[in-house]
């Protein structure tokens, strides 16, 4: 049995599992850790030609998926569990709204298209509008991939190492700060123009109080410049 399963109501099926069937995510989707069920909405659609969606009462340009269809669509999901509609409009996603999903069992994610979807569908079964940010996509499967990643990979067992997320940034280890710059072999670097590049020699000290230390300044000084918002919080 999966421990977490996604419905995904969209036009587009055939987009997913689209990234999340690959690296971590895909050998999880493999093992079962979660599941996805991917409903076409146009299976849905109204008389011959399948219509999802008509013109917009009060005029405007384009066009909204009607809510009958898109009711349909949900109603043929047993389980919708947690509903959430993906619009710019919506609450940003983040990461501790990933961490409070990933202990659904259910998700059922509504894509919209067009001009976006009838808003009586959305108030009729409670659905949570999310944003993945300030700007427009052409539909909302890109934004329910990038939801459904930041996701699986907190589900126990995805990343094998427990300890990862907390330590990234915005995790509890980093005090919910940007996480702290990473260094690798060689210690000694030239770029491609031969300008030559160190490891901070405090890395390679071996004081793990110091490392700690550093990493925490580093973390506070990447957060002040880049993202003063979270210092508020």
Known sequence: MSNLNFNLLTLFPEMFPGMVGQSLAGKALERRDWSYNAVNIRDFGDGAHKNVDDTPYGGGA???????????????????????????????????????????????????????????????????????GDYVLSGGEPAAMIMMDAIIRLLPGVMGNEDTADNESFGSATGGLLEYPHYTRPAQWKDANGSAHSVPEILTGGDHAKVARWRQEQSLALTTLRRPDLLKK
């Open 62 to 132: 384009g066009m909204v998926m009607r809510a009958d269809v898109v009711e349909a669509a949900l109603l043929s999901v047993p389980k919708s569990g947690k509903k959430i509609y993906l619009s710019p409009r919506g609450k940003v996603f983040n990461q501790a709204m990933a961490r409070e999903l990933s202990q659904e069992s259910n998700i059922t994610m509504l894509c919209g298209r067009y001009e976006g979807v009838d808003q009586r569908v959305l108030d009729a079964h409670e659905f949570e509008e999310v944003s993945i």
